[in-house]
């Protein structure tokens, strides 16, 4: 199965500030068949993104996804104190699915 | 709007079965994939399998074992049974909906993006 490493594990940041999170396979994903979440503490997670880089319904232009084959990245360009949360992301272009462990991005 | 309600014990004893449902509400049961997926407390996810309305499946093979998943259109829901529960088995579990499934042989699927969560529902696995 492919293993997605998140980095950072956690990462600092101000309002008003870029954040940019990284997902690695350890093989290329079929078809850029990557999709990001967000989880906030006691919810369940929400999709941001899938096929890299489309945004799902409803989700603010401020998220967006790039990157193919092995390196993925999410880049939220300017925090919005309700964007503090854990983000996974998560593969779906082959099988089984699975997810990367996270990137927690707390208030610095 | 479509809404996923998950629903069972929260407690069950090791060596035991694992007994879920997911009810579905505001959409058609049979228009979609829907899927299992759990969160060991303060850990990642892993998907554990789908269903389709007509009955096809397919798991992850860490848990295939040991995991069965069945739908009941007639009540817009499906269940998930993980048999033989330990400690590890104590997570979060939660049911998502996805709106495509990819084929990648051998018998091997994999849903789209999961964009329909259930809020989930802890289940403690404890003598």
């Known amino acids: 199965e492919i293993v997605l490493t998140q980095s950072p594990g956690t990462l600092s940041l101000s309002p008003g500030e870029r954040a940019t999170l990284s997902c690695r396979a350890s093989?290329?994903?079929?078809?850029?068949?990557l999709a990001w979440y967000q989880q906030k503490p006691g919810q369940a997670p929400r999709l941001l993104l899938h096929?890299?880089?489309s945004r799902a319904a409803g989700i603010p232009d401020r998220f967006s996804g790039s990157g193919s084959g092995t390196d993925f990245t999410l880049t939220i360009s300017r925090l919005e104190p309700e964007d503090f949360a854990v983000y996974y992301c998560?593969?779906?272009?082959?099988?089984?699915?699975?997810f990367g462990q996270g990137t927690k991005v707390e208030i610095k | 709007q479509v809404q996923l309600q998950e629903s069972g014990p929260g407690l069950v004893k090791p060596s035991e079965t694992l007994s879920l449902t997911c009810t579905v509400s505001?959409?058609?049961?049979?228009?979609?994939?829907w899927s299992w997926i759990r969160q060991p407390p303060g850990k990642g996810l892993e998907w554990i399998g789908y269903?389709?309305?007509?009955?096809?499946?397919n798991y992850n093979p860490s848990l295939k074992s040991r995991v069965t998943i069945s739908v009941d259109t007639s009540k817009s829901q499906f269940s998930l049974k993980l048999s033989s529960v330990t400690t590890a088995d104590t997570a979060v579990y939660y049911c998502?909906?996805?709106?495509?499934?990819?084929?990648?042989?051998?018998?091997?699927?994999?849903?789209?993006?999961?964009?329909?969560w259930g809020q989930g529902t802890l289940v403690t696995v404890s003598s």
């Open positions: 998502a909906r996805s709106t495509r499934l990819f084929y990648y042989g051998s018998g091997n699927y994999s849903p789209d993006a999961f964009d329909i």
């Open positions: 505001g959409d058609s049961i049979t228009s979609y994939y």
């Open positions: 269903i389709y309305y007509s009955g096809s499946t």
């Open positions: 093989q290329s994903v079929s078809s850029s068949y």
């Open positions: 998560q593969q779906y272009g082959s099988s089984p699915g699975t």
């Open positions: 096929g890299a880089s």
